[in-house]
């Protein structure tokens, strides 16, 4: 057993302030928390120079994650990381 894990946790509620309609985003974030999470496991959101796009099933669950990378941009120095 691990003497550095303490076996109680004293609970502190902190009051947050928010705005109706932040306080609808974050509700509707925790809601789907479990599909962030797992965008952010996959490196969704490091992608540079592509289009992700999300697909889920008839039931409303994430079936895949795809990413279509723009290879050449007409104008603009570019250049793909990925």
Known sequence: MNDKIPKTCEIVEI???M???DA???LEFQ???DIFALMVDKKVFD???AAITLHF???GLLKTITRADVLYLLGKQFNNTN
């Open 31 to 33: 809601r789907h928390h």
């Open 15 to 17: 009051p947050v302030y």
């Open 24 to 26: 609808k985003l974050f």
């Open 47 to 49: 992608q540079k120079g």
């Open 19 to 21: 705005t109706n309609y």
């Open 57 to 59: 099933d008839n039931n």
